[in-house]
T-cell receptor
Framework: SQQGEEDPQALSIQEGENATMNCSYKTSINNLQWYRQNSGRGLVHLILIRSNEREKHSGRLRVTLDTSKKSSSLLITASRAADTASYFCATDPQETSGSRLTFGEGTQLTVNP | NAGVMQNPRHLVRRRGQEARLRCSPMKGHSHVYWYRQLPEEGLKFMVYLQKENIIDESGMPKERFSAEFPKEGPSILRIQQVVRGDSAAYFC????????????FGPGTRLTVT
């Protein structure tokens, strides 16, 4: 199966709640990146976490990386309706060293007002 | 500092025609990547180019697809003799280097083959 698989496929929460999305991958990586895509639009880069980092914060976003389990999570705290979008994790595999990102299928997050 | 520019944003072609998609990277970025996104799916890598060189085209279909990034001007993704299965969103990304750099994405070109 594919490198970079998000879980769950879809998530629906109420405004103000926290949203957690998970990503698993198969090969060794240089870094892992999270992106957001609003319906019919391009991708917005959220955060990059390097293979030697375990946790990173950016505003209401918190990303963790566990290289022993080959997994990452994205936490959005105090969600807003504007956070409604698809979220993708993308890995930069060591074997290709920056020549490509491998994306998962995404988690569709819906935040209800 | 303008972001990654792609044009056209929407392109409609009949089966058998050619499609040309253009991408201008962010200023100062010399690395360009093309990805394809089918409906309801994630992005799939197609090709990675630096100025005048194709570095990795392992994601490109063997026939009808080609890409270039000339010394001057935008990167071009060319699809010859388009078929309905080519209908997708094509995204370009750029970065200043490889390895530990974010890739910045353009808004995409949505290709529809009728």
């Amino acid at each position: 199966s594919q490198q970079g698989e998000e879980d769950p496929q879809a998530l629906s929460i109420q405004e103000g709640e926290n949203a957690t999305m998970n990503c698993s991958y198969k090969t060794s990586i240089n870094n892992l990146q999270w992106y957001r895509q609003n319906s019919g639009r391009g991708l917005v880069h959220l955060i990059l976490i390097r293979s030697n980092e375990r946790e990173k914060h950016s505003g209401r976003l918190r990303v963790t990386l566990d290289t022993s389990k080959k997994s990452s999570s994205l936490l959005i705290t105090a969600s807003r309706a504007a956070d409604t979008a698809s979220y993708f994790c993308a890995t930069d595999p060591q074997e290709t060293s920056g020549s490509r990102l491998t994306f998962g299928e995404g988690t569709q997050l819906t935040v209800n007002p | 500092n303008a972001g990654v520019m792609q044009n056209p944003r929407h392109l409609v072609r009949r089966r058998g025609q050619e499609a040309r998609l253009r991408c201008s990277p962010m200023k100062g970025h010399s690395h360009v990547y093309w990805y394809r996104q089918l409906p309801e799916e994630g992005l799939k890598f197609m090709v990675y180019l630096q100025k005048e060189n194709i570095i990795d085209e392992s994601g490109m279909p063997k026939e009808r697809f080609s890409a270039e990034f000339p010394k001057e001007g935008p990167s071009i993704l060319r699809i010859q003799q388009v078929v309905r299965g080519d209908s997708a969103a094509y995204f370009c990304a750029s970065s200043p280097g490889t390895g530990m750099y974010e890739q910045y994405f353009g808004p995409g070109t949505r290709l529809t083959v009728t």
